[in-house]
């Protein structure tokens, strides 16, 4: 059995590619090493986290220790995508970062409602954005304690 620290894996769902970029770039100034799996839509998420390939055969991947969230996907929006996560045994208890530049309420109250632990809106300067990437992998990887998991199936 592994634990989510010693997998540090960060599963980034973001098709904006400038975003992907800085984020990616904030995480490797980052004190705590991770390694950083990109995706650019939600059934590309899914099809990570839950094998789900063109004929369904597919071996999931190693579970993330964290996951970075947008929301405004393609193919599958970000709510859909954590509905998902929430409802299967094998990722619901990974914590989920919703990371958007949604300012909605209804966005917000959803994603909480639906099992994020949290909801971050994407500043618009580089620099705070960049730090925020910064302060949410210091916590979920460094600071918060997380439960042991299996990599069930």
């Known amino acids: 059995?592994?634990?989510?620290?010693?997998?540090?894996?960060?599963?980034?769902?973001?098709?904006?590619?400038?975003?992907?970029?800085?984020?990616?770039?904030?995480?490797?100034?980052?004190?705590?090493?991770?390694?950083?799996?990109?995706?650019?839509?939600?059934?590309?998420?899914?099809?990570?986290?839950?094998?789900?390939?063109?004929?369904?055969?597919?071996?999931?991947?190693?579970?993330?220790?964290?996951?970075?969230?947008?929301?405004?996907?393609?193919?599958?929006?970000?709510?859909?995508?954590?509905?998902?996560?929430?409802?299967?045994p094998r990722t619901r208890l990974i914590p989920v970062v919703v990371l958007t530049s949604s300012d909605e309420r209804r966005d917000l109250v959803r994603s909480y409602s639906l099992g994020a632990n949290s909801y971050v809106r994407k500043p618009v300067d580089f620099a705070q954005f960049s730090q925020a990437v910064q302060q949410l992998s210091n916590y979920w990887l460094r600071l918060n304690r997380q439960p042991p998991v299996t990599n069930l199936s």
């Open 1 to 88: 059995m592994n634990t989510w620290m010693e997998q540090r894996l960060i599963l980034l769902v973001e098709d904006n590619p400038d975003d992907a970029a800085l984020a990616l770039r904030s995480l490797a100034r980052c004190d705590v090493p991770a390694q950083v799996v990109v995706v650019r839509d939600g059934v590309e998420a899914q099809e990570y986290l839950f094998g789900d390939g063109p004929q369904g055969s597919s071996k999931p991947n190693p579970l993330p220790a964290l996951i970075l969230l947008d929301l405004k996907l393609p193919k599958v929006d970000g709510q859909e995508v954590l509905r998902r996560i929430r409802s299967h």
